[in-house]
Nanobody, 121 residues
Framework: QVQVVESGGGLVQPGGSLRLSCVVSGITLSWFDMGWYRQVPGQQRELVAMFQADSQIKYGNFVKGRFTISRDSAKNMVSLQMSSLESEDTAVYYC???????????????WGQGTTVTVSA
């Protein structure tokens, strides 16, 4: 049984920092592309950061050096350190674990329930 649990969201002032954590049970984390996504009501869910199974890291265009994603495979955890937060960063942040099977287009994908980040004075 796979479970994805995010934590660390909350209220932070503009310019502040926040660390989000995602703990996944039931998988071997290093086999999965681990991603943080965010969504504002009425908008498409967008990629924030991804720590891929091959250890490559990608960030959304809006990150601009403010966020850092990290993986701790021993703890089955991926974290997102966010700094210089702006009101535009307000969203529900979701953790995703995705594994694409070798030689196919089939994949397993698991989502957490999300954690809310509110950036406001």
């Amino acid at each position: 049984q796979v479970q994805v649990v995010e934590s660390g969201g909350g209220l932070v002032q503009p310019g502040g920092s926040l660390r989000l954590s995602c703990v996944v049970s039931g998988i071997t984390l290093s086999w999965f592309d681990m991603g943080w996504y965010r969504q504002v009501p009425g908008q498409q869910r967008e990629l924030v950061a991804m720590f891929q199974a091959d250890s490559q890291i990608k960030y959304g265009n809006f990150v601009k050096g403010r966020f850092t994603i990290s993986r701790d495979s021993a703890k089955n955890m991926v974290s997102l350190q966010m700094s210089s937060l702006e009101s535009e960063d307000t969203a529900v942040y979701y953790c995703n674990a995705r594994h694409t099977f070798t030689g196919t287009m089939d994949s397993d994908s698991y989502w957490g329930q999300g954690t809310t980040v509110t950036v406001s004075a």
